[in-house]
């Protein structure tokens, strides 16, 4: 008899409340100091997230499908076989409007030719962040295709 798999929960949770819960075998992040991967039993760990993917590989019994979910920074907290993703923003990859994405995504390269321009630094900055925000969900919207 196989080895049975060992899962823990899964939760992202934003303002708008819980967008995704589920039992996954690996959540694969992107923390602000580099890529991480958490199984069955890690240590607690509590680490700030940067803008990017959440992939969160499901069971055997889901056929390992993998969930791919774009969030805007935020924090990730794991004990006692319970991860909680704690985002201002998160989408998963099957709710992001693309055509949405790329507007944002055109938005924010124009708001920084104009940044540039009128050499406003804070504007720059803001436009900088909207682009990687925008370029993030097209990245994980095409990913999960």
Partial sequence: MADPEKLFKVNVVTPDGLIFSHHCSIVEMRAIDGQRSIMYNHLPILTPLAIGEIKVKRSRQMNNAVNHIAVSGGYFEFSNN????IADSAERSNNI???RAEAARKRAQNA????KAAHDQRSLERAQV???RA???????????
Avoid: F, G, P
């Fill in 82 to 85: 319970v991860a909680t993703i």
């Fill in 135 to 145: 370029v993030n969900r097209i990245s994980v919207y095409n990913s999960s295709k």
């Fill in 97 to 99: 409007d693309v055509s």
């Fill in 112 to 115: 920084m030719k104009e940044a």
């Fill in 130 to 132: 909207a682009l990687r």
